[in-house]
Structure formats: C-alpha cells, structure tokens
C-alpha cells in the first residue's frame, strides 16, 4: 500500500491525548480501544484483550513484543485444534444420520477455514508498534526498519508526526524485504525472481515447466501478459524467444516490481502498461497468456487479489476479452489450477461453458501436479482437495 488516504489513531497516555498515522496492510479501521501494555504484561492477559477487541500499544523491549505475539499465536492455535476436535466429533455424529454430500461439506469447510484465518489475523493485529516519522522504533532492541517500511508503505509527511501500525503488519514489511533481497529462486528457469511489498510471490511455481515445454504458435510476434504481478511469465515468453511482449497489471506496485524483474534479466524489450486485463493501443496477440486467481471467493485484503476472484469476475472478463485482441491463428495460454473444482466452488463444466461462451475451443491441455507443502500435509482439514489438485496449461483458440 502507498499511503494516499490518511488515517489516524488517538490514544492516552500518561495524562495525555496523543495522535499518529494509522497504517494498516489490509485497511483495517484504525482502532478505537488502545491499552499500553509492556513487558510485564503477559500472554493470557493480552491475549484476552485481543480476543475481546482491544488494542494494544508495547512499550518497552522489541524482541519481548515479539515473543509476546508468538505466545498469543501459540494460543489461538489452542482454541482453534479445541475447536476443530468439537466440530469433528460433531460432524462424524451427524454423518452418521446425514445424506449431506461433499457439495456442501467442502465448500462449508472452505469458508471455515477462511473465517479461522481471518478471526486469527484480527487477533494478532492487536498489537501495536509506535514509529517515528522516519520510520524508527524507540523501544529497545529494535532493529533498523526504516528501508522496509518505506518501501512496504511509502513516505510519511515530514511533519514529525509518529505513525502506529501493527506489529504483524511491521512482520509482513521486513518479510518482503528478505524476500526482495534474496528473491524466489525459479529453478526450471535457473533464475530468481524478486518480489517486492504488496505483489503476490511465485513460490508455487510448478506451472513454470508447462510454459516451457508448449509448442509455440506459427506466429508468435507479439504476446501479451496479462495480470503479470512479479512479471514471472513475461519472463518466460522473452526466454522463448517472443520479440514484442506487452506485460499489464493494475496494481501499480505489481508494475514496479516487474520493471525492477525486467530489467534485473537484461529484458528492455518488454513494455508495461497498468490496465484492468488488456493493453490499449496495441497490436494483436499471437498469444495471450494469463495467470488468474484461481479462487471463486471475495478477497478481504489487497494480497488476496492474487489468489482470490470474487464470482470468478477476473477469468470471465479474460476469456470474454480475448478474442477481440486476438491475432488470426493466434492461442491463449490460460494457467488454472482444479483446486476450486475439488472444493465444489467452480465446476469443470462451468469453467467448458465461460470457455464457449467466449466464442474459444480448447485446442489441448497441458497438466502438472504440485508438490507444495499444504498438498502433503495430511492434517490440513482440505487435505483431501489438496492432494488431488492438478495444475494446467489450457491452450485455447478461436472457434
């Protein structure tokens, strides 16, 4: 996020009324109840603070603070394997008088999952760190965060004003600093792609060899990629020899992170052009390429874009938009995952259906399995949907 709106928050302390910034990754409100709280306070105590809605601003140690998160995390995990053991008992008692299929089950169990994160990322935001207007911290031990906050959130006003921000969001900005610093390696490509604040990280990347191992089309002067993020298949497709690529994404950041890739590979050819979906002023595609969310589900922060389309709105509008900026001859690269399938959030004949309706054929389809962590994590409640994900390269062409 790049700080345009300005938001504060207010607070007492020591007889005294005071005002900062408020900065917050998803845009959470600034909050209304703020406690100090410091090394002395302990985890049962904030974390019943967190849970009841209050936030907390730490004085005193960083690294204390930040065992002090640790220790509330360690107890939502408590109340969560509480509360997932009652609602399994639950479910195994009612499935043994229950015709209810998997076409509800698992799209309930989907959205409790995603109501438990959620739940745990509004506990865990109320702790509070106070910055000066450089960006430093005056509680002790504190680390130098002023270049990953500013990159993270821009540059406040030069009028001595501190900012607050959660202490999982301060988290979140020294991440992507490590992450901007020591990149995604890319091993199909023998590269490393650098992400930077606010743009999604390609640490699943299985779908790389697909794109490589794709035959061309006869003509392949011009490419577009669509929703580029990092620019990580803008990348390929220079790789593979396309001249002409035209890179869009409508996230300013997602822009300035694919310029800092670009030019990181030696690839000035590649133009950059912020659009919702298509380049404007451009010549057809041979080929359009395109990595969507791959989640029917409303987003509840600016990062959830990445994996999260509400109503399946961003692939419509892709495969609705396609044929008009398509070349004679010309294919559409579409890279999908099934995991929405096996979640019963989208079928495959509703997914054939858009594919028509947009006047396209499927000409082949090239798939890959994912070997990622939450795929082999038998424990994960959508273990089951998981591990029978397949990624794909849909090649498509005008009927």
């Known amino acids: 996020m790049l700080l345009t709106e300005k938001k504060y928050v207010e607070w007492h302390e020591n007889d005294t009324s005071h005002l900062a910034r408020w900065l917050s990754a998803s845009d959470h409100p600034a909050p209304r109840r703020i406690v100090i709280v410091d090394d002395k306070t302990t985890a049962d105590e904030a974390y019943r603070l967190a849970c009841a809605g209050t936030s907390m601003l730490y004085r005193g140690d960083f690294h204390n603070a930040r065992q002090l998160l640790q220790a509330i995390t360690r107890r939502i995990e408590r109340t969560e394997n509480n509360s997932a053991k009652r609602k399994s008992r639950k479910a195994a008692n009612k499935a043994k008088n229950s015709t209810e299929s ?26 509070l760190l106070e910055l000066d207007a450089n960006y430093v911290s005056s509680l002790r031990r504190a680390p130098d965060m002023s270049n990953a906050c500013l990159a993270a959130f821009g540059p406040l006003d030069k009028e001595n004003q501190s900012c607050v921000l959660s ?7 020294l991440g992507a600093a490590g992450w ?15 992400p930077h604040y606010g743009v999604f990280a390609p640490t699943r990347h299985e779908y790389v060899p697909l794109l490589l191992d794709a035959p061309l089309p006869k003509a392949f002067d011009v490419a577009y990629d669509i929703g580029t993020g990092t620019g990580l298949l803008a990348i390929i497709l220079a790789k593979r020899g396309i001249k002409q690529i035209i890179a869009t994404d409508v996230n300013p950041r997602a822009l300035t ?3 800092d890739n670009f030019e990181r590979q030696g690839l000035a050819h590649i133009q950059l052009q912020q659009a919702d979906l298509f380049p404007t002023d ?21 990062l959830e874009y990445s994996v999260y389309d509400a109503n399946s709105a961003m692939l419509k509008g892709f495969l609705q938009g396609t044929k008009s900026h398509l070349a004679q001859q010309g294919e559409i690269w579409l890279i999908l995952s099934d995991l929405a399938e096996h979640l019963q959030l989208r079928s495959r004949d509703e997914l054939l259906g858009w594919i ?12 890959t399995q994912p070997k990622h962590g939450r795929s082999q994590d038998k424990s994960d409640p959508l273990y089951t949907a998981r591990s029978s994900e397949i990624t794909s ?7």
């Open 356 to 367: 028509a309706d947009a006047g396209l054929t499927v000409k082949y389809r090239l798939d």
């Open 180 to 194: 901007r610093e020591k990149g995604v390696v890319i091993k199909a490509l023998g590269l490393s792609i650098y």
């Open 257 to 259: 992170c694919a310029q």
């Open 102 to 127: 998997d076409s509800k089950t698992l799209p309930n169990l989907f959205h409790q999952q995603r109501q438990m994160t959620a739940q745990r990322s509004r506990i865990l935001s109320r702790l």
């Open 282 to 302: 451009a010549p057809l595609a041979n080929l359009i390429v395109c990595n969507p969310p791959w989640l029917p589900a409303k987003p509840t922060s600016p």
């Open 393 to 399: 390269l849909w090649c498509l062409q005008s009927v």
């Open 167 to 173: 202490f999982r969001d301060l988290q979140g900005a």
